[in-house]
Nanobody, 123 residues
């Protein structure tokens, strides 16, 4: 069993930055593909970014060039650095983990989920 705990959400003005953290306990962190998804009110959960255990990264087109996903295996922690935030980035952000994920943009492929952290971008 893997427990994921997120932190770092909050309120920020448009154009600002936030860094989300996701700390894992249980399992072998370095083997997990670590993903980030978000869900805005009234919308479906959508893929944001993933960094595989082998360090390959994937991004949604909407965040490419603004967000960076990283990980520190020594700290069992994944990060999502969000720059140039826009009002439309407002959502609850979730980190997720799985091993050998086939469809990294499909949330149902991830076995473990954090509780979510709210990010609000004021315009």
């Amino acid at each position: 069993q893997v427990l994921l705990v997120e932190s770092g959400g909050g309120l920020v003005q448009a154009g600002g930055s936030l860094r989300l953290s996701c700390t894992a306990s249980g399992g072998t962190f370095s083997s997990y593909d670590m993903g980030w998804f978000r869900q805005a009110p009234g919308k479906e959960r959508e893929f944001v970014a993933t960094r595989r255990g082998g360090d390959t990264t994937y991004y949604a087109d909407s965040v490419k060039g603004r967000f960076t996903v990283s990980r520190d295996n020594a700290k069992n922690t994944a990060y999502l650095q969000m720059n140039s935030l826009k009002h439309e980035d407002t959502a609850v952000y979730y980190c997720a983990a799985g091993v050998g994920i086939w469809a990294i943009r499909r949330f149902s492929d991830y076995a473990y989920w954090g509780q979510g952290t709210q990010v609000t971008v004021s315009s």
